[in-house]
C-alpha cells in the first residue's frame, strides 16, 4: 500500500466521507489519480464509493477498525504470517488485524489452509489466487460478520491444527484477554481447545482496556505480536508467565 493510501485511509477514518475532489486537493493530485486509488482501497474491502464521494463501509464494524491504524496492523499482520509456513492449516478468528494476516497468507503462499468463523474474511480474501479457505457454519452475528454458538464449534470439530490467530479488545491480569461479546468468547474459548498454540494480534491500545467477557486466559496464550507501545506492566506480566512477545514499530522506519 503506498502512502497516499495510507493517507486516504487516515482521513476517512477522521471524517468517514469526503469527496474525490476535496482527496484530490490533499493529496496535491489529479481527481483521476485518486479514483484509481479508491477503486485499489474498495477491491479490498477497506472503503466502499459513492457518486463523487469516498466513505467508510458504516456497515461493517470490521472495515472501520481495518482502515483505523491501518499500516501498523499491517505490519503485525506481516509479522505474523511469517510463522505459517507451506502446507498448514491454521484457524483465523475474525479481527481486522486477522483479515490483514489472511490476505498475506493467500497473496504470498501456495499451499495454506484457512479455517475461520468470519464471513468478512472469506469474502475480503475470495479473489486471491493461493490458498483453500473453509468457512465454519453457525449463528450469523451481521454487524462483525462472524459465525459464533455451538453450530460453529460442532463445526471446527474435525480440524486440529497447530495455531490460532486471534484478536481481542482488551487485556486484564486477572484473567488475560477479553472481548466484548460473550457468544464469540465461547466460541473462541471452544475452538481454542483443538489447537496448539494460540496468537494474539492486537494493538497496544487494547491493553488499556478491561474488556467485558473473558476470551482465553494468559496461560493459553504461546505468542502475542503488537507494537511497541504496549504498556511496560503489562509486557513485564505477560513475558512473567512465558508468553512470548512480539513488539512491531509504531512507526515505519
Avoid: W
Amino acid at each position: 500500500m503506498t502512502n497516499r493510501h495510507s493517507r486516504i485511509l487516515e482521513a476517512l477514518t477522521r471524517d468517514i466521507k469526503i469527496e474525490v475532489a476535496a482527496l484530490a486537493e490533499m493529496l496535491l493530485v489529479s481527481q483521476v489519480t485518486i479514483r484509481k486509488d479508491l477503486d485499489n482501497l474498495e477491491r479490498r474491502g477497506l472503503i466502499r464509493r459513492e457518486h463523487g464521494y469516498a466513505c467508510i463501509d458504516l456497515y461493517s464494524d470490521v472495515s472501520k477498525c481495518m482502515a483505523y491504524n491501518y499500516d501498523v496492523k499491517k505490519r503485525i499482520a506481516l509479522r505474523a504470517a511469517e510463522t505459517v509456513q507451506e502446507g498448514e492449516t491454521v484457524f483465523i478468528e475474525s479481527d481486522s488485524i486477522c483479515a490483514l494476516l489472511a490476505e498475506e497468507l493467500v497473496n504470498t503462499r501456495k499451499d495454506v489452509t484457512i479455517v475461520t468463523n468470519s464471513v468478512f474474511i472469506t469474502n475480503h480474501i475470495r479473489h486471491a489466487p493461493n490458498g483453500k479457505i473453509i468457512l465454519l457454519g453457525g449463528y450469523f452475528e451481521k454487524d462483525d460478520q462472524v459465525t459464533v454458538g455451538p453450530m460453529t464449534s460442532k463445526c471446527a470439530e474435525v480440524f486440529f491444527c497447530d495455531k490460532f490467530f486471534i484478536g481481542v479488545d482488551g487485556f486484564s491480569e486477572s484473567f488475560g484477554f477479553t472481548g466484548k461479546d460473550h457468544l464469540r468468547a465461547e466460541t473462541i474459548q471452544s475452538l481454542a481447545s483443538q489447537v496448539k498454540d494460540i496468537i494474539v494480534l492486537t494493538e497496544s491500545e487494547t491493553f488499556k482496556k478491561p474488556g467485558v467477557v473473558g476470551l482465553v486466559h494468559t496461560d493459553r496464550v504461546a505468542k502475542v505480536y503488537t507494537d511497541d507501545r504496549i504498556p511496560p506492566s503489562a509486557e513485564e506480566y505477560l513475558q512473567g508467565r512465558d508468553v512470548d512477545i512480539q513488539k512491531i514499530p509504531r512507526n515505519a522506519e
